[in-house]
């Protein structure tokens, strides 16, 4: 006897809550496409930390380094949509997608969007010892002096660090030389050592720094002032741009990956990020968690991306 269509319908949606239900079925990985320690390596131990108790399996992180993030983004791409397997990265996803002509994906149509975990903010530094520069205004100024000769470091092209401070210099008119590193320790130990000028970098890696006063702390790239660094201004304080450098970081997963457990992750990675014991932990490495529905992560990935896009088309940047 032949179904009715209702009883199709019946059937898939069936099939579809049992699916559901049955997610997770084993560990679940979570892919960090750069080397521990990193700040979405910290992200994504936190989460793997605390997601097994609410979710029933395992949560594997699991480090994918090289090509400023492409490898590991690449196997997540290629993985089985089935929630099993998870990227957690930061605003370079993005970056990418205009710096590398060569991706063989494309970051905004192969992912979905599951969850934002977190903001990152980033220092405008110098070393004190070297540059008597205290303000934005004066760096301004000393780049317009004697443009092209003062350098900026950066732990490798195409990086936030790199790309914040090729808006910087788009937005002020001015130029600095840019010195490359691989990494970000080589750069700091020469920004140390007096034989850098500035530099932007992540809160985490710059504040040691700043209290021993090796480091001076001229702006930070976020929207407000931070709670470790109250008395150093923001660069719309500035007058340098009414925009922010914060790096976002969230977890996304392969297209097609099922609504239903994309739903589930978000609220379960949602209750983390609630705990006060997270927020500590990410304030300690200069985070704080950001709740979004996957929706509003997608929305802030596509207007990122084309923000990124117009730095890297302006100031004819490229990675291949």
Do not use: C
Request: charged share 15%; no cysteine.
């Amino acid at each position: 006897m032949p179904f009715s269509i209702k009883t199709l319908v019946a059937l898939f949606l069936a099939l579809g809550a049992a699916t559901a239900q049955a997610w997770p079925e084993q560990p679940i990985t979570l892919v960090v496409p750069y080397t521990p320690g990193t700040g979405v390596d910290q992200v994504a131990r936190q989460i793997a930390a605390r997601l097994p108790a609410s979710l029933g399996q395992p949560v594997i992180v699991d480090n994918v380094a090289g090509a400023s993030g492409n490898i590991g983004t690449e196997k997540v791409v290629r993985a089985r949509s089935d929630g099993h397997t998870l990227l957690v990265q930061g605003n370079t996803l993005v970056m990418n997608k205009s710096l590398y002509k060569s991706l063989v994906f494309d970051p905004l149509t192969d992912l979905i969007p599951v969850a934002r975990t977190s903001w990152g903010s980033l220092l405008l530094v110098t070393n004190p010892h070297v540059q008597t520069t205290t303000s934005v205004a004066q760096v301004v100024a000393a780049a317009k002096a004697n443009p092209g000769t003062l350098t900026y470091a950066t732990p490798g092209i195409g990086t936030p660090h790199h790309l914040s401070m090729a808006l910087f210099l788009q937005s002020t008119g001015t130029a600095m030389l840019h010195v490359p590193y691989k990494g970000t320790a080589g750069a700091v130990t020469d920004l140390l050592g007096g034989r850098i000028d500035y530099m932007f970098l992540p809160v985490h890696v710059a504040l040691q720094h700043i209290r021993a006063g090796k480091l001076r702390a001229l702006a930070t790239g976020s929207s407000h002032r931070l709670s470790q660094l109250p008395d150093v201004p923001t660069l719309a304080e500035a007058g340098v741009t009414a925009d922010n450098l914060d790096i976002w970081y969230g977890v996304l997963a392969p297209k097609g990956t099922p609504a239903d457990v994309v739903a589930r992750l978000n609220k379960e990675i949602a209750a983390v990020l609630k705990s006060p014991e997270i927020a500590r932990s990410f304030e300690s490495q200069g985070m704080v968690p950001a709740i979004s529905t996957p929706a509003e992560f997608g929305t802030l990935i596509q207007k990122d991306a084309q923000r990124w896009a117009a730095v890297v088309k302006k100031g004819n940047i490229t990675a291949d």
